[in-house]
């Protein structure tokens, strides 16, 4: 019985070495050889009077790595031999724009072997910034809060922001009368166009000027408002496109005034001519006479005597029936005279009267100075008869009335 007992028990303490070692095998755990950062924080909200000091820590001994950064913001370090990181929020950073409130800064970190360049291990976290002063956002038009300007000219000026916390997202443009713009303003850095009609100052409006205001009011995000305020003086100024249309009016007045001139001129001195050639031929014909009948008186014919007694006699007849039949017009002459230098001075006048470049500011004294001397042409010449004047070819008066031979012929009569 006893040897049973003890063969038992030697047995059971077999059995029992064999599982411990067993156990002991499988739990025995492997060596920690990748290289990872055990403390890193994905992502990092910071107040802007705050600063931030973060150790983080690799599973490796230290001494052998070192630490870098990649695309931090501006104030972000790390130191490269112990993994410390540091920031310093100053709000210069801020005010300046070279860190912006609300947004997201994605950095990526490493951490590598100094001996083993393949021994690293590369991450990203993200920081955020904040502020809890409420700074809004503002809008900065281009020009000054007054602004001085004349009809017909075109307003012209940009919209800027100054962000605060929060930059703006929409801009409102609204104004103190009904506007008629050439631009919509919703978003920093939009030009505001206006250009402002010739009709805008009425004529019961005092001093000739209007004032209008325009209110550019800034939003962000979180419903925060600015209004920037522009007043604007717009001063009465002349229509410049209705007064060449009226200048345009007047030349062309003027034109078919000279033309239908030019015309009468060219009837008429045909006429003067064609009275002055009938009595030329009477004045031949009564010389000739005159001459034959004295020849006719010294023959010796007796006949041809008596002819010769009687022809001047017929050529001093000849006389009154040229009066009659072709009378000398000097009425008609001195009208025809007096046309032709009514022509020159209104092509002069009209020269010297003419637009210079886009925009003549002497449009309205030159359009007085031309409707006064046509008008004074008008009453000079009232008795002259345009009516039923043909001007189906005034390329044919103007040459008619520039003809060398006409042109010497009336400055001969000038001297």
Known sequence: MKQILLLTAGLFFAFSISAQEKTDSVVVPDADTILRIRNLNPYFTLHVDSSLNYKLEINKEESKYYWYLKNSPLGLRINKDNGLLTFKADKAYFLSGKLKYDTEYKVMLGVQNLFNPADRADTAFTILFFNTEV??????????????????????????????????????????????????????????????????????????TKSVRLLFIATDKFRNRDTAIVRVNVRDALNYPQKKMEYEKTVSDYNRYIQQLKFTFRSLDKKIKKVRGSRIAFDMTSSSTALAGTIMSTSANESQKNVGRVLPAVGVTLVPVKEAVAPNKVNEQNMVSQVRSSIRRLEFVLSENSLIGEKDMEIVQKTARLKAELKQSQLQLIDVPLEGVDILDPLQANQYFNDPKVNKKYNRRKK
Request: glycine fraction near 6%.
């Open 135 to 208: 700074v809004t956002s503002k809008a900065r038009p281009s020009v000054s809060g007054i602004v001085t300007v004349d009809e017909g000219d075109t307003l012209r000026f940009t919209i800027g922001c100054e962000n605060g916390n929060f930059p703006v997202e929409f801009i409102n443009f609204e104004s103190s009368l009904p506007l008629k713009t050439e631009s919509s303003i919703t978003k920093c850095a939009d030009e505001f166009r206006w250009g402002i009609p010739y009709d805008f100052v009425k004529d019961n409006d005092t001093l000739k």
